[in-house]
């Protein structure tokens, strides 16, 4: 496997700073790569994913204007970015954001860390504003990364031909009685769903008491969602091929199909 490399996302036109955090890091012995990102390219979170996992990415390094970062669909793809990057090196990636001017002042974005009440943020962590010297505490997390404190289990299995797989796992750390995941945003349904052993999609599933088309609303928010009521060990995960983008996920158990235990997670805050 290649060294290990801070991955520097650039969401807007300022290369100077860019390269200037580039060399910071290279200055600490964390090797610098990256990309301008492809706003709006359609799976483009994607392949960015997978090369950034390819070249070994074990920080990550968010350059951009408190406009840019604050943009629900930038935020979109990064987090489905994230969650594919994780799944692709099999553990956890930590991130910082930083603002223009960083890589010369070591000023962080004044853009606050988005909370919304009730909901879990995928990217909360890695929008909270870096503090000074944030280049050694880059190098840290690159070795010593910390786990997101999520009460459920993530991941996202991407393929062109395949499609955008989620992985839940609803009650990590202990079995779950079955298992609801919900979308919602325009466009964005589940089509596919499958229970196996995690880390990897299932050859074959046999779903127990599989429902459909599930709808439900949460929060002001409306979910599409599919479920099934097997038993899920810890060592397994409850699988949904999603279309389109969601902004917002339901995940839940079903203990004799009723849904409890539902966690809002936020792709877009």
């Known amino acids: 496997m290649t060294d290990k490399c801070a991955w520097i996302i650039n969401l807007g036109q300022d290369d100077a700073s860019g390269l200037q955090v580039a060399a910071q890091l290279s200055a600490y012995g964390l090797k610098p790569r990256g990309q301008r990102w492809p706003k709006g390219e359609d799976k483009a979170w994607m392949a960015s994913a997978e090369e950034a996992a390819h070249q070994n990415a074990s920080i990550v390094i968010l350059m951009g204007t408190p406009e840019e970062l604050a943009d629900p669909a930038t935020r979109r793809e990064l987090s489905l970015f994230r969650l594919a990057l994780q799944t692709n090196t099999g553990r956890p990636v930590n991130g910082m954001a930083l603002g223009p001017g960083a890589g010369t ?14 909901r879990i943020s995928l990217l909360a962590d890695w929008l909270t504003p870096a503090a000074s010297g944030w280049a050694a505490k880059a190098v840290a997390r690159a070795h010593a990364p910390a786990a997101p404190r999520w009460p459920v289990r993530l991941g996202m299995h991407a393929h062109e031909r395949l499609g955008a797989w989620l992985e839940v796992h609803p009650a990590p750390g202990s079995e779950a009685e079955g298992a609801c995941v919900g979308v919602s945003g325009a466009g964005t349904n589940i089509n596919f769903h499958a229970v196996g052993d995690a880390g990897a999609l299932p050859e074959r599933s046999v779903n127990e008491y599989e429902l459909q088309g599930l709808k439900f609303d949460i929060g002001g928010l409306s979910f599409d969602a599919w479920a099934l009521q097997n038993r899920i060990s810890d060592s397994q995960s409850y699988f949904v091929r999603v279309e389109g983008l969601p902004d917002y996920l339901a995940i839940g158990t079903l203990p004799g199909g009723q849904l409890e235990e539902v966690h809002v997670v936020s792709l877009v805050s």
């Open 105 to 118: 002042t070591g000023s962080a974005t004044d853009t606050p860390a988005p909370t919304e009440s009730g």
